[in-house]
């Protein structure tokens, strides 16, 4: 198969909004530490390259993307130190050899120049949260990639930027009737516990615009949903699968 150009759209956000429920800032917005979720991008992003295709970082302001502290644990990786090194080095070699540190602002990336690209990935890690569901090229660029049908894929908080499809456009949102998989409300509602605070919830708001929420038992153990052009999962342990299906989607 000859290689494709790939889209990877990343936040912008260092932190995302929490509203303290406990403790001295109960009841105050603050900024809690956030990024993208390593292992979210880091699985579908080697196996992108492995199979040759060329990836191109982008954000809504072409800052430099951070890690969520979280998704660089060991227990995020179940205490496989050596996983955790290689998706690590993986990053480290994109911002030597590939402008990981200097992604694309998204309003520089034309319709012309996305006619190029034949596939749009969105990793997750609550960062999103702060930027990707209200940005007008975000959801542009979505909207474009639903009109020509082109795969498009979005892991766990990553969904969250399908509702900037609003911004653009005619201000519908574009992926009403989809079936949709996304970090679910219940999984929220742990990290919440874990955190002292309330969050946006993702799966809610795609249920408010008209999405269809897939939260079985399967989805939950890392299962994705592909409707029509969109592929998406739920948390980290669908990073795997998702990486597979899209490499099967954009080699048609």
């Not at 990343?10 to 956030?34: E, I, R, W, Y």
């Not at 070699?93 to 990981?100: Q, S, T, V």
């Not at 992926?175 to 809610?204: N, P, Q, R």
Request: aromatic fraction near 8%.
């Amino acid at each position: 198969m000859p290689p494709k150009k790939i889209l990877i759209v990343l936040s912008d956000a260092h932190s995302f909004p929490l509203k303290k429920t406990s403790g001295p800032d109960a009841g105050k917005v603050v900024d809690q530490p956030s990024g993208f979720f390593l292992m979210e991008l880091a699985k579908p992003l080697q196996k992108l390259l492995d199979s040759g295709h060329e990836v191109t970082f982008a954000s809504p302001k072409g800052q430099e993307p951070a890690p969520d502290p979280n998704s660089e644990s060991l227990l995020a990786f179940a205490g496989n130190f050596y996983e955790r090194r290689r998706e690590n080095e993986l990053i480290e070699r994109m911002k030597r050899e590939n402008g990981f540190s200097r992604p694309r602002p998204l309003s520089s990336i034309s319709d012309e120049e996305l006619a190029t690209f034949a596939g749009l990935f969105i990793p997750g890690g609550h960062a999103p949260l702060a930027d990707l569901g209200d940005d007008k090229d975000m959801g542009r660029i979505l909207r474009y990639f639903h009109k020509e049908n082109k795969p498009t894929a979005a892991i766990c908080h990553g969904p969250y930027a399908l509702l900037s499809t609003k911004k653009a456009g005619d201000g519908d949102f574009v992926y009403k009737g989809y079936h949709i998989t996304s970090w679910s409300d219940v999984e929220e509602k742990a990290m919440e516990t874990l955190l002292g605070g309330e969050v946006e919830k993702v799966e809610s708001r795609l249920k408010e615009e008209g999405a269809i929420m897939e939260t079985g038992v399967s989805e939950k153990i890392g299962g994705t949903t592909l409707h029509r052009e969109l592929l998406t999962g739920g948390n980290p342990m669908a990073a795997d699968e998702l990486g597979n299906r899209f490499l099967r989607m954009i080699s048609v």
